[in-house]
Nanobody, 124 residues
Framework: VQLQASGGGLVQAGVSLRLSCAAS????????ISWFRQAPGKEREFVAG????????TYVDSVKGRFTISRENAKKMVYLQMNSLKPEDTAVYYC??????????????????WGQGTLVTVSS
C-alpha cells in the first residue's frame, strides 16, 4: 500500500486543521493507520491511530480532546482533525500503515508503509 499525506499549512494558534491520508494499492483496507509527527530537533512520536475497522482509536496524551482520527475505508482515506492547535503541535506529520492488529502500535518500527509527510506550522 502507498500512502500520501496532505492538508498541512501555516496557521495561528487556536484554529483547526484537517490532515488527510490517501491510500492506494493493496488489495484491501485491512491495516491500521496512525499519524506520527516529528518536530525540528526531536524524535518522531506517535500522535493517533485507528484500527482497520475504525472501532478503536488511540491518542498521545498531549492531543487527547483536541485531535480526532477517523477513516473512510470505501474511499481509502484516513483523517486527522486537529482542533485548538498549539505552537507545540508544529511538526511534519506522517501517516503510516501497520498490520490489522487488535491493538494500535505506537512504535514506528511496527509500521510497514509511510506517507511523505505534511508540514504543520502553528504560530503563536
Amino acid at each position: 500500500v502507498q500512502l500520501q499525506a496532505s492538508g498541512g499549512g501555516l496557521v495561528q494558534a487556536g484554529v483547526s486543521l484537517r490532515l488527510s491520508c490517501a491510500a492506494s494499492g493493496g488489495t484491501s483496507s485491512n491495516y491500521n493507520i496512525s499519524w506520527f509527527r516529528q518536530a525540528p530537533g526531536k524524535e518522531r512520536e506517535f500522535v493517533a491511530g485507528i484500527t482497520w475497522g475504525g472501532g478503536r482509536t488511540t491518542y498521545v496524551d498531549s492531543v487527547k480532546g483536541r485531535f480526532t482520527i477517523s477513516r473512510e475505508n470505501a474511499k481509502k482515506m484516513v483523517y486527522l482533525q486537529m482542533n485548538s492547535l498549539k505552537p507545540e503541535d508544529t511538526a511534519v506529520y506522517y501517516c503510516a500503515a501497520s498490520g490489522p492488529l487488535r491493538t494500535i502500535a505506537v512504535r514506528d518500527t511496527e509500521y510497514f508503509a509511510w506517507g511523505q509527510g505534511t508540514l504543520v506550522t502553528v504560530s503563536s
